[in-house]
């Protein structure tokens, strides 16, 4: 627990400076496949900014998203928890993160995440709700002793 509220994220962030820093993460993309440039970025839980561009690969598949290489920031310059997310598409506009990058972003997320949606603010619970996680991994472990 942190202690931090969702209302507190919405209110105290500054959501217009956490989407230029996407816009600016996005003009970095590598998409000679899809030409479909995709930028994240967040705030962590001790006030870094934290960003990532798509990076496609030949063999499509194994392209990362953006908030894949946020993830990698994030962790490479000092872990922490993810509080507040921006990702915008080519045109700057917000983009809703894919399905699989929800998963990602719930590894690393404070418990009063928000993250500016297509449909307003959301908390990290409400865009992926009953999310597999850690615990049910501890639960499980705690269940074998
Ligand atoms: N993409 C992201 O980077 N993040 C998302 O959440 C949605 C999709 C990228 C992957 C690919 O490079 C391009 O957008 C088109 O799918």
């Known amino acids: 627990m942190t202690g931090r509220s969702s209302e507190s994220v919405v209110a105290e962030t500054d959501w217009d400076a956490l989407r230029e820093a996407a816009r600016d993460a996005m003009r970095k993309a590598y998409v000679p496949y899809s030409k479909f440039p995709v930028g994240a970025a967040a705030v962590t839980d001790d006030g870094r900014i934290v960003s990532g561009c798509n990076v496609e690969n030949a063999s499509y598949g194994i392209t990362l998203c953006a908030e894949c290489s946020l993830v990698s920031d ?3 310059t000092g872990g922490g928890r993810l509080v507040a997310f921006a990702c915008v598409d080519g045109n700057g506009g917000v983009l809703m993160p894919c399905g699989r990058c929800r998963q ?16 307003g603010f959301k908390t990290i619970d409400e865009v992926i709700p009953d999310a597999f996680g850690p615990r049910q991994l501890e639960q499980y472990r705690a269940s074998q002793s």
């Not at 990602?104 to 449909?119: G, P």
């Open 104 to 119: 990602l972003l719930y590894e690393h997320s404070d418990e009063a995440m928000v993250l500016d949606t297509v449909s």
């Open 74 to 76: 994030l962790v490479m």
